[in-house]
């Protein structure tokens, strides 16, 4: 049994190396799945990718079935500050489970993070992760000034969009595009749509999760604003994904739909 400390600073007790895993997050699941796929014994039932991942399932991110994590019998349990519920991950600490919890609103922040998890799970760094470090390597310091600035809703009925401390909105501001919400009191705003086309932005980015936006849906509520189509998995997952991320976010953020689609 060794002891580190996760994301939040709690320190975690393990077996080391870790031999079973419930994921509670897609994203962790497939970086977990890329570094040490036989390790996954649960996750939940949006974590879509690999595709194929034939694993015990425990329902979803918000609403975990904590008696069957327990049956699975994990060495640890991984989560997300923002995605998963603490009462939830109280539950399984108080039965006796190791819970490592990540919290990630920057790039740099997922790669340490990610790092440091596999570090303290006995896994050492994947391959994978070193080549997000070169992918992403001359945009890992300080964020460029914006060369255009958007609206980036992540949800209608009622509008969401991305505000202040996202990983979504770090990575957007890396590849030269600004958040109008980012200094926002609330991380993900209701903003009602009138506002969102009164404000002074160039384009409006859509991405395909949580909120299904497509061509038909999202753009023709921006009369004004030429519109880009993200795949949601390169905006938001920290993982495997960001190996890919950068050229598809690039050639994205330059085919752009016409204003009101």
């Keep these: 049994m060794e002891s580190a400390r996760d994301d939040t600073g709690a320190a975690v007790d393990l077996h080391h190396p870790v031999r079973r895993v419930v994921s509670l997050v897609p994203s962790l699941t497939e970086a977990v799945a890329a570094t040490k796929p036989e390790a996954i014994v649960g996750a939940t039932n949006w974590c879509s990718r690999p595709t194929g991942l034939d ?37 399984l600490r108080e039965a006796g489970v190791a819970v490592w919890v990540t919290d990630i609103r920057t790039l740099p922040q997922a790669v340490t993070s990610l790092a440091r998890l596999f570090t303290a799970c006995g896994w050492g760094v994947p391959d994978w992760l070193d080549t997000v470090h070169d992918v992403w390597g001359d945009l890992l310091g300080e964020p460029p000034p914006p060369e255009r600035w958007a609206v980036i809703p992540i949800w ?106």
């Excluded at 425990?58 to 904590?66: A, E, F, L, S, Y």
């Excluded at 019998?73 to 539950?91: F, G, H, M, W, Y």
């Excluded at 086309?197 to 921006?222: I, M, Q, R």
């Design 55 to 91: 694993v015990s399932r425990v329902r979803g991110t918000k609403n975990p079935d904590v008696e069957k994590v327990l049956a699975l019998v994990p060495d640890v349990v991984i989560a997300n500050a923002e995605e998963n519920r603490e009462t939830d991950l109280s539950r």
């Design 156 to 261: 209608r009925r009622p509008w969401m969009v991305i505000g202040r401390d996202t990983f979504g909105g770090d990575l957007l501001r890396r590849m030269g595009v600004g958040n109008i919400y980012a200094t926002h009191e609330d991380r993900y705003p209701k903003v009602p749509l009138p506002e969102l086309n009164s404000v002074p932005a160039d384009l409006v980015v859509l991405p395909d999760e949580p909120y299904a936006f497509t061509a038909d849906d999202g753009p023709e509520s921006f009369p004004r604003l030429p519109a880009a189509l993200l795949e949601g998995r390169h905006l938001t997952w920290y993982g495997p994904a960001l190996v890919e991320a950068r050229a598809a976010l690039a050639r994205q953020l330059t085919t752009l739909l016409p204003p009101g689609g």
